[in-house]
């Protein structure tokens, strides 16, 4: 069993900071691929941005020099740092994972769920 928490979703006013954290516990050998996904209100779930094990990133252009995202590896966790935050940023924020549990077998997994609300 995996669990992941996630914290750190709030309202906010445009071009405010919010940092989000999601942690993880359970049966995991490795986590390989740390995300951070979002969901506005009739569309698509989208990547924001994701890291590797090793610190390579990966953004969303419609975040890329607003948002950061972290890793720490010994406490399973990954942050988002969200800078000059916008409306269009509003939505549901999902942190996902993938890796390899105990026995090698292959795990993808997805948080609950954050709301973050930025207001004009």
């Known amino acids: 069993q995996v669990q992941l928490v996630e914290s750190g979703g709030d309202l906010v006013q445009a071009g405010g900071s919010l940092r989000l954290s999601c942690v993880v516990s359970?049966?995991?050998?490795?986590?390989?691929?740390m995300g951070w996904y979002r969901q506005a209100p009739g569309k698509q779930r989208e990547l924001v941005a994701d890291?590797?094990?090793?610190?390579?990133?990966n953004y969303a252009d419609s975040v890329r020099g607003r948002f950061a995202i972290s890793r720490d590896n010994a406490k399973n966790t990954v942050y988002l740092q969200m800078n000059s935050l916008k409306p269009d940023d509003t939505a549901v924020y999902y942190c996902?994972?993938?890796?390899?549990?105990?026995?090698?077998?292959?795990?993808?997994?997805w948080g609950q769920g954050t709301q973050v609300t930025v207001s004009s």
């Open positions: 996902n994972i993938e890796g390899v549990d105990r026995w090698y077998r292959p795990l993808n997994y």
């Open positions: 359970g049966s995991i050998r490795t986590i390989n691929t």
């Open positions: 890291i590797t094990r090793s610190g390579g990133t």
